[in-house]
C-alpha cells in the first residue's frame, strides 16, 4: 500500500479517459472519440466497456477529461 507521501504522485501517474473530439450534450458515447492521458482525475480507463451506450450531460471541447457525472443512461 502506498504512503500518504505516494499518494499525489499516484494520480499523476494514473490515466483517464479524454476526449480526442468536440461530442454534443445527448451524443451517445463512442470509443471511437476516446484516448488515454494523465493526470487520472478522471474516469479510469478501466472502466471503458461500462460507458457503451451511455450518453453525455453537456457538450464538451476537444481534449476534455471525462467525469462520471458527464455521461448519463
Known sequence: ???NE???SRLNARRSLVLKKSVKKGQLFD???IT???PG???SPENLDLLEGKRYTKNFSYDEILK???LYS
Request: proline share 6%; hydrophobic share 30%.
Open 6 to 8: 505516494e499518494y499525489i
Open 41 to 43: 482525475h478522471g474516469i
Open 1 to 3: 500500500r502506498p504512503i
Open 31 to 33: 470509443k471511437e472519440h
Open 68 to 70: 462520471w457525472d458527464s
Open 36 to 38: 488515454f492521458k494523465r
